[in-house]
């Protein structure tokens, strides 16, 4: 390490990053940039982290293609501006590569709501199903599984397992229901949701489709069942991007983690993004709290120390190795 830091583990553990200070008077951006070059790092970013830290993305996506990126990475470090989730799957299917992630406290509410013990568990009372789960888990729950998806790639996943084979969907319950709806397959679903799409408010957006009758309203299936029925276009992260560039319409109410409508606004610079409204009246639009605890200043001083470093015990990742590679040879 190029420099001295008064900052023991336990403090780490405890905040969850680095906390030294930075120099205001460099320019950030760049500083980052430079220090991709000397550490031969490469930064994947999530479609919902701030802005600025999507503009300085070596890769930027949903799940399923940072994960795709992920496994093909020659450099030597991987610094991952996300989620705990995502940084842990690029070091499962890349194991030998140093993972950093800027926040070790930037988790997810739908991976906490599947406690890996509680799920085996449940898990048993179905011995013959099949286990599918979405990609928003912990490393212990993939090791749980048979194969791993993204709501991108979900229902080719789903229409890949016999139909005479019972099916458990974990741990998205409002995922899991419009696959039922799409596929048609029965599925046993364990009972987890996302704070972030479950914010969002019925009454208000179909209020605002009023104000903005030529808007289109469109939506991430990880929301409830009554807002994904009066949507015009269902997709994911990825699919609602790919949609708002080929459809015609001029202006979109969007129903997922705000900070897509950068990158969409990028993309149709000529068209309009209005954030669907969200119950909590403080808020304007639904945003991850988790996702925006990486902040320029954690991604300067994680490159800069390499740390907080993703260390995960051998025996499980290769067990959750396999199901995420089934899903990527899918």
Same mark, same amino acid.
């Given at each position: 390490?190029?420099?001295?830091?008064?900052?023991?583990?336990?403090?780490?553990?405890?905040?969850?990053?680095?906390?030294?200070?930075?120099?205001?008077?460099?320019?950030?951006?760049?500083?980052?940039?430079?220090?991709?070059?000397?550490?031969?790092?490469?930064?994947?970013?999530?479609?919902?982290?701030?802005? =600025?830290?999507?503009? +300085? @993305? !070596?890769?930027?996506?949903?799940?399923?293609?940072? #994960?795709?990126? %992920?496994?093909?990475?020659? *450099?030597?470090?991987?610094?991952?501006?996300?989620?705990?989730?995502?940084?842990?799957?690029?070091?499962?299917?890349?194991?030998?590569?140093?993972?950093?992630?800027?926040?070790?406290? =930037?988790?997810?509410? +739908? @991976? !906490?709501?599947?406690?890996?013990?509680?799920?085996? #568990?449940?898990? %048993?009372?179905?011995?013959? *199903?099949?286990?599918?789960?979405?990609?928003?888990?912990?490393?212990?729950?993939?090791?749980?599984?048979?194969?791993?998806?993204?709501?991108?790639?979900?229902?080719?996943?789903?229409?890949?397992?016999?139909?005479?084979?019972?099916?458990?969907?974990?741990?998205?319950?409002?995922?899991?229901?419009?696959?039922?709806?799409?596929?048609?397959?029965?599925?046993i679903l364990w009972d987890g949701a996302c704070i972030v799409h479950e914010a969002f408010s019925f009454e208000k957006i179909v209020e605002l489709a009023k104000i903005h009758p030529k808007a289109k309203f469109i939506a991430h299936p990880e929301s409830e069942s009554p807002i994904l029925d009066i949507a015009h276009y269902v997709g994911s992260t990825s699919g609602l991007l790919r949609f708002v560039q080929d459809d015609p319409s001029t202006s979109y109410i969007v129903a997922t983690e705000a900070g897509i409508l950068h990158e969409m606004q990028k993309c149709c610079p000529e068209k309009t993004f209005i954030?669907?409204?969200?119950?909590?009246?403080?808020?304007?639009?639904?945003?991850?709290?988790?996702?925006?605890?990486?902040?320029?200043?954690?991604?300067?001083?994680?490159?800069?120390?390499?740390?907080?470093?993703?260390?995960?015990?051998?025996?499980?990742?290769?067990?959750?190795?396999?199901?995420?590679?089934?899903?990527?040879?899918?």
């Amino acid at each position: 390490m190029e420099k001295s830091l008064d900052f023991t583990n336990n403090k780490l553990r405890k905040l969850g990053y680095i906390s030294a200070p930075v120099d205001r008077s460099m320019d950030l951006p760049q500083a980052i940039q430079n220090l991709k070059k000397e550490k031969n790092a490469v930064l994947l970013a999530h479609y919902y982290q701030e802005p =600025a830290i999507q503009e +300085l @993305a !070596d890769y930027l996506g949903d799940s399923l293609y940072l #994960a795709q990126q %992920a496994e093909k990475i020659e *450099a030597d470090i991987i610094v991952f501006a996300g989620v705990h989730f995502m940084a842990e799957t690029a070091k499962i299917i890349n194991p030998t590569k140093k993972v950093l992630l800027p926040d070790l406290k =930037a988790g997810c509410s +739908l @991976a !906490d709501s599947c406690p890996p013990d509680d799920f085996e #568990a449940f898990k %048993a009372l179905h011995p013959k *199903a099949v286990v599918v789960t979405y990609i928003n888990c912990s490393a212990d729950i993939k090791a749980l599984s048979d194969i791993v998806c993204t709501s991108s790639n979900a229902i080719k996943v789903i229409e890949s397992i016999p139909k005479d084979r019972e099916i458990i969907f974990a741990p998205d319950k409002n995922l899991g229901r419009y696959l039922i709806r799409e596929t048609g397959r029965k599925m046993i679903l364990w009972d987890g949701a996302c704070i972030v799409h479950e914010a969002f408010s019925f009454e208000k957006i179909v209020e605002l489709a009023k104000i903005h009758p030529k808007a289109k309203f469109i939506a991430h299936p990880e929301s409830e069942s009554p807002i994904l029925d009066i949507a015009h276009y269902v997709g994911s992260t990825s699919g609602l991007l790919r949609f708002v560039q080929d459809d015609p319409s001029t202006s979109y109410i969007v129903a997922t983690e705000a900070g897509i409508l950068h990158e969409m606004q990028k993309c149709c610079p000529e068209k309009t993004f209005i954030p669907a409204p969200v119950e909590d009246d403080t808020c304007a639009c639904s945003e991850c709290a988790f996702m925006k605890l990486n902040t320029l200043d954690k991604l300067y001083n994680c490159m800069l120390y390499e740390l907080p470093e993703i260390e995960l015990d051998t025996k499980l990742m290769n067990k959750a190795r396999k199901p995420i590679e089934r899903m990527l040879n899918l």
